[in-house]
Nanobody, 121 residues
Framework: QVQLAESGGGLVQAGGSLTLSCANSGWSRNVWDMGWFRQAPGQEREFVAAIDGSGEITHYADSAKGRFTISRDIVKNMLYLQMNILKPEDTAVYYC??????????????WGQGTQVTVSS
């Protein structure tokens, strides 16, 4: 069973930075494509960023380009999201995901529980 556990969320002022981490534990250690989604209150869940199994190919939502960086450590089974120049509109619960069903910007088979990021103005 795959278990994804996010950490690193918190409260930060606008313009600040946070790094989210996701630990992939469980019996399956397949090197899937992985990514991050987020969901703000009253909003639909939205794609943020994704990275392929090799860690060399990345994809970003327009809102994340130039400010967020996704990376992974395959040996440690960790996924990261470095977020810079944070804005109040980045406030959301951020979810770690693995194994896309149909494209990296669509649904995924495995989801973490989420970590709250709050950006104050």
């Amino acid at each position: 069973q795959v278990q994804l556990a996010e950490s690193g969320g918190g409260l930060v002022q606008a313009g600040g930075s946070l790094t989210l981490s996701c630990a992939n534990s469980g019996w399956s250690r397949n090197v899937w494509d992985m990514g991050w989604f987020r969901q703000a209150p009253g909003q639909e869940r939205e794609f943020v960023a994704a990275i392929d199994g090799s860690g060399e190919i990345t994809h970003y939502a327009d809102s994340a380009k130039g400010r967020f960086t996704i990376s992974r450590d395959i040996v440690k089974n960790m996924l990261y999201l470095q977020m810079n120049i944070l804005k109040p509109e980045d406030t959301a619960v951020y979810y770690c995901v693995a194994s896309p069903k149909n494209g990296v910007r669509g649904d995924y088979r495995f989801w973490g529980q989420g970590t709250q990021v709050t950006v104050s103005s």
